[in-house]
C-alpha cells in the first residue's frame, strides 16, 4: 500500500501552498525557495495525473481534486506532529523524591496522596519527613518542602503558604476540664512544637505572656504537639494548614478567638535543574492547585465562644480574652 502513496515533500509543498494561499508563503514556511515549491506542486500534480491548482490568480485556488486531497493531507501531518510531540514530550513517571515538614507531610500531604496519585497514576512517590534546608541541595531529593524563612540560595523556592497559629485541644479534654478564660490556661498542660517561642507569641497577643503557666512538655515539631493534643494531652498552637482537617472532623477545637501569624512560612523548593523536570513541576502545581481549591472552597471553623471576642488583624497583637462555650459541635 505504502508504494501507492505520492511522495512526502511534495505532499508538504502542497498542503502549506494550500494553507497559505501562496507558493511565496509556502516558500517561506518550508525555508526553501519559490522555485522548489513549484517544482514539488508540479512533480506531485505528475504523479496523481490531476492538476491540482488553478492557475492565473493572484491567490492560488484549489481545484476540485485538489480539494479533495487538502483535508486528508493535512489530518496526516496532523497527525504526525502530535505523535511526534509526545514522542519527545519529557516523561512524568517514575518515582518522585520528596522532603517535607514533619507536620505538613503527616497532616496535609498524606491524606491527600490519593487525589496526586489518581491524577498521575504513574508518578511514585519517596516521602522523606525532614525541614532541613540543605536537603534542596541533595541529589536524593527532587523536591523539598520546608518551613522557615526562604531565600536559599543557589536554587529555585517560591512562597507556598502563610498561615495563622491557635491553641487546638481535644473534645474530651475541654469538657473535663472547661477553658473559661484565656487565664485557665495555667490548669493545663501546653504542648511545645518548637522551644516555646511560638506560645509566647500567642500569649504576647492574649496579655498573658507573663501569667503563671502549669506543666509544659516540648516536641521536636509541631506534628508531635498537635497528635499530643489530639490524643488529650494538653493543649497545642495548631495552625491553618495543618491542623485545618482534625478541625473540620471535630478531633481538635479552637477554643479562642485569637490567632497569630506564624514567623515563618511554607516553601517550596528544588534544585534550578530539577525545576524544569515534568514530574517535578507537576508535583509543584499539584500543591499549588490543590491548595487553591480547597481555600476557594473553605470555611473558617467556628470558635466556641460565649461571649464577643476581637480578632487582631493580621500582624498585629493587641491583648484579648475570649471565653469558650459549652456547646460542643464545630462547623467546618
Not at 513517571?93 to 498521575?120: D, H, K
Not at 491557635?166 to 475541654?174: A, D, T
Request: include cysteine.
Amino acid at each position: 500500500m505504502s508504494s501507492r502513496l505520492p511522495p512526502l515533500n511534495p505532499l508538504r509543498a502542497f498542503e502549506a501552498a494550500a494553507r497559505r494561499g501562496s507558493i511565496s508563503a509556502a516558500a517561506r514556511e518550508l525555508n526553501v525557495t519559490h522555485g522548489a515549491v513549484s517544482h514539488q506542486i508540479k512533480t506531485l500534480e505528475e504523479t496523481l495525473k490531476a492538476a491540482l491548482f488553478e492557475r492565473g490568480g493572484k491567490r492560488l485556488k484549489l481545484t476540485p481534486q485538489g480539494a479533495l486531497l487538502l483535508p486528508a493531507v493535512s489530518s496526516a501531518f496532523d497527525g504526525i506532529a502530535a505523535a511526534t510531540a509526545l514522542m519527545n514530550r519529557p516523561s512524568t513517571s517514575g518515582t518522585l523524591r520528596v522532603a517535607c515538614v514533619p507536620a505538613l507531610l503527616s497532616l496535609w500531604l498524606i491524606p491527600r496522596m490519593n487525589a496526586f496519585s489518581e491524577q498521575y497514576p504513574e508518578i511514585s512517590l519517596k516521602l522523606s519527613s525532614s525541614n532541613d534546608s540543605n536537603l534542596i541541595h541533595s541529589p536524593d531529593v527532587d523536591v523539598a518542602i520546608l518551613y522557615g524563612p526562604g531565600g536559599w540560595r543557589d536554587c529555585w523556592t517560591r512562597l507556598w503558604s502563610t498561615f495563622e497559629l491557635f491553641p487546638v485541644v481535644s473534645p474530651s479534654l475541654l469538657n473535663s476540664r472547661p477553658l473559661r478564660s484565656v487565664r485557665d490556661l495555667r490548669d493545663h498542660v501546653l504542648l511545645h512544637g518548637d522551644d516555646g517561642r511560638e506560645w509566647n507569641t500567642w500569649l504576647a497577643a492574649a496579655d498573658q505572656l507573663d501569667a503563671p503557666r502549669g506543666r509544659q512538655h516540648f516536641m521536636s515539631d509541631a506534628r508531635l504537639s498537635t497528635e499530643a493534643a489530639r490524643h488529650g494531652q494538653g493543649i497545642a498552637l495548631g495552625d491553618s494548614i495543618t491542623a485545618s482537617s482534625l478541625i473540620a472532623a471535630g478531633e481538635l477545637i479552637i477554643p479562642f478567638d485569637l490567632s497569630v501569624p506564624a514567623s515563618d512560612a511554607f516553601y517550596v523548593a528544588a534544585r534550578n535543574e530539577m525545576r524544569a523536570a515534568p514530574i517535578v513541576r507537576v508535583f509543584i502545581d499539584w500543591m499549588f492547585a490543590t491548595l487553591e481549591n480547597e481555600r476557594s472552597s473553605q470555611i473558617r471553623p467556628a470558635v466556641r465562644q460565649t461571649t464577643r471576642s476581637r480578632t487582631p488583624r493580621a500582624g498585629k497583637t493587641a491583648p484579648i480574652t475570649a471565653e469558650p462555650a459549652s456547646d460542643p459541635a464545630l462547623s467546618a
